[in-house]
C-alpha cells in the first residue's frame, strides 16, 4: 500500500517547483474521468449546508505520482493529482477513487488535515470506506465534530 501524503505548505511546493516561474492562475480543471467524483463532493457538500464554489482547481491523474493522492496550493492555485497507476487499478471500485478524490478535497477545499478519528475519510488509516459507512464519513468530513 502506498503511503498518503499532503503538501499544504507554499514553501515546500516551491521548493520542488524551483527555476518553474511560468504564471499560474486559479483555473478550474478537472480532468474528465474525474468529473463524476468532484460532482458529488460538490452535492454532498451543498447537501449538508456547505456550500463550495467549483473554482480554483486543477485536478489530474498524474503518472508515476508515488502516492494514491496528492493535495498542493501554490499562489492560489489548488491542484490535486491522483495516481494514474493506482486509479486504473482500482476505476472499476467506485468507493476506492472517491475516498481518494474526497480526502484530497477535503485537504484543498474543508481545509481539513489528517485526523486520528477513525470515523473520519482524512484518517489516512481508514480503510472500510463503503456504501454502508459513506454518510457517516461524510457527515464527519463536511462538518466535523471538533
Ligand atoms: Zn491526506
Redesign the pocket.
Known amino acids: 500500500m502506498k503511503p498518503?501524503i499532503?503538501i499544504s505548505v507554499t514553501g515546500l511546493f516551491w521548493l520542488l517547483t524551483a527555476g518553474c516561474q511560468q504564471p499560474f492562475g486559479e483555473e478550474y480543471v478537472v480532468e474528465q474521468e474525474l468529473q463524476p467524483y468532484v460532482e458529488s463532493f460538490h452535492q454532498e457538500a451543498s447537501a449538508r449546508g456547505r456550500i463550495i464554489l467549483e473554482e480554483n482547481l486543477i485536478m489530474i491523474i498524474k503518472d508515476d505520482l508515488g502516492y494514491r493522492g496528492l493535495?498542493l496550493w501554490r499562489s492560489g492555485q489548488r491542484l490535486i493529482y491522483i495516481d494514474r497507476e493506482y486509479y486504473n487499478y482500482h476505476k472499476q471500485e467506485h468507493d476506492v477513487i472517491e475516498f481518494v478524490v474526497f480526502?484530497?478535497m477535503g485537504?484543498a477545499f474543508l481545509g481539513r488535515e489528517?485526523t486520528d478519528n477513525y470515523n473520519s475519510i482524512?484518517n489516512?488509516k481508514r480503510v472500510d470506506y463503503s456504501l454502508s459507512t459513506r454518510k457517516e464519513l461524510l457527515d464527519e468530513l463536511f462538518n466535523p465534530l471538533h
Open positions: 498518503w499532503t493535495s480526502h484530497e485537504h489528517h482524512m489516512i
